[in-house]
């Protein structure tokens, strides 16, 4: 799985578009132990320096042959187009997850991963597809708790709102610690997705999701939803789902 990153240059002309070299790794993604070349291509409205991107196409160049197999996805705009190559799929070939930030303050990513096995190009992973998955219920509750809930999975976690600041939580509990009103919040769509090495005598990766949990207002970031993603044979499946949260000084509970 070596791998080489390639310099952000100009490449060429398209229909008066300035189409730049945005990633390079070198790797074989074919099965045929011939280190094959992957690129992210796009054009940079803003230039060189440019983070952002749009008509981003990936092209996979096999290593034994030159030929090239170009790929649109579906959403190609976004900042910092990047590539890594791994196996994801458990089959000992390289796959391609191809990520893009969105920008704004969601921090949503747009993220895809290919299998290119025998010249023959899969979709392993959608980012709209775990989306349309992964989507919970929040609100708050009575006496300075916070539920997340996922239906589909069967999961609840609950979180302590009690070590907020006083004007937080004077803006939605009475002085008895009930809710003055009915107050929702928010898990977001994807934010970030890791490749992670779990079981090293395997030799593939699975995936670390990540989306953050919000409650009045898209800054305040009460935790994350963490799940893990384990290939199955045929797409990725639920290995394990948490929620994590930052930590409080030891000096403001005792």
């Known amino acids: 799985m070596n791998s080489t990153q ?11 578009q300035r189409v730049f070299l945005l990633d390079y790794k070198r790797g074989d993604v074919t099965g045929d132990h011939i280190p094959d070349n992957v690129y992210l291509y796009g054009n940079k409205p803003d230039g060189a ?12 160049q096999n290593g034994r042959t030159n030929q090239s197999k170009a790929v649109t996805p579906a959403f190609n705009a976004g900042y910092n187009a990047r590539l890594f190559l791994g196996d994801f799929d458990m089959d000992g070939v390289n796959d391609i997850k ?34 349309n ?7 708050y509750n009575d ?11 069967d999961q609840l976690f609950v979180l302590d ?18 809710l003055i009103s009915p107050k929702q919040g928010e898990v977001l769509a994807l934010g970030a997705l890791f490749p992670i090495v779990t079981d090293e ?37 639920l290995k394990n789902m948490s929620v994590a949260i930052s930590g409080t000084t030891l000096t403001q509970t005792l």
């Open 49 to 60: 320096a440019g983070v952002y991107a749009d008509n981003i196409t990936l092209v996979i």
């Open 6 to 16: 390639g310099q952000n240059r100009i490449i060429n002309s398209i229909n008066g």
């Open 201 to 237: 005598k395997n030799g593939h990766f699975d995936l670390f999701a990540l989306q953050r949990i919000t409650g009045v207002y898209n800054a305040d970031t009460l935790g994350y939803a963490e799940n893990l993603l384990s290939w199955d044979g045929q797409s990725f499946s």
């Open 133 to 139: 998955q992964f989507k919970y219920k929040a609100h």
């Open 143 to 153: 006496f300075y708790r916070f539920s997340i809930g996922s239906i589909r999975y």
């Open 98 to 131: 191809v990520t893009l930030d969105t920008g704004g303050s969601g921090g949503y990513i747009i993220a895809y991963i290919y299998s290119y096995k025998n010249l023959i190009l899969r979709e392993l992973f959608n980012f709209e597809t775990y989306n």
């Open 161 to 178: 709102l009690s070590t907020k600041s006083g004007d937080y939580l004077s803006g939605l509990y009475d002085a008895d610690g009930k």
